[in-house]
């Protein structure tokens, strides 16, 4: 059975799927990692592949930007296509100058002020959650291949251009965010309600406070630290 967003049909998907914004992401991690990776999707040119990595089933699928997009495209993976755990590869703007570009980020909370949560499941929080399981694997996987992490709360916005009016750093220092990204949110609200698990893993694309950035070539294709964390916890 597919939807209008997936044409994959049941089976077609593995149990874990990594998740990353970029579709073009997606394709990489899968032409990159995975053996033997077939393509289950490409409506909208949101990509989905499904292959094997040192011999476990693992999906990758594009989620798109934002919450809603994100929304949309892993509660259909939750509960149409029966999948069990979502890990969210994606890239965040660090607030604090000693964040490091390419530093990886285990997002142990998501704070933010989007309406996603209240009108779809009428979850009041602005604080949400991760699997807790899922984040220590995520911990001991990162140990087990010896790339140091960093662990913190991260903001996840509905607006990625801010007026002069906002103060992105004030934010930083109000909710005690580390980083700034727009999707991990929406998919912890989806798992906590679906009684499904849900992980984020990010890079560091960019530093807010000292503008440093990377190119979107680098953004696609050269995150690999994080794509290996998390495909060690399917191991």
Partial sequence: MS???????????????LM???????????????DNPVSFN???GMLGYTGTYKGKPVSVMGSGMGM????IYSYELYTTYD????????SCGAFDPAIKLYEVIVVDSAYSTSTYAKNAFKIDEEVLYPTKQVNEQLVVAAK??????????IHSSDVFYFGKEVDMLQIHQDQNVIAAEMEAFALF????????RAGCLLTVSDNIA????????ERQNAFTKMMEIALQTVL
């Fill in 83 to 90: 999948v069990d755990t979502i890990i969210r590869v994606g």
């Fill in 42 to 44: 490409d409506v909208r």
């Fill in 210 to 217: 000292t503008m440093e950035e990377t190119t979107p070539q």
């Fill in 189 to 196: 609200a989806n798992a906590a309600y679906c009684g499904k």
């Fill in 68 to 71: 809603p997009s994100m929304g």
């Fill in 144 to 153: 087990e291949l010896n790339y140091p992490v960093l662990q913190g709360r």
């Fill in 20 to 34: 990353p914004g970029d579709p073009l992401r997606a394709k990489f991690i899968a032409e990159t990692f995975f």
């Fill in 3 to 17: 939807t209008p967003h997936n044409a994959a049909k049941k089976g077609d998907i593995a149990k874990t799927v």
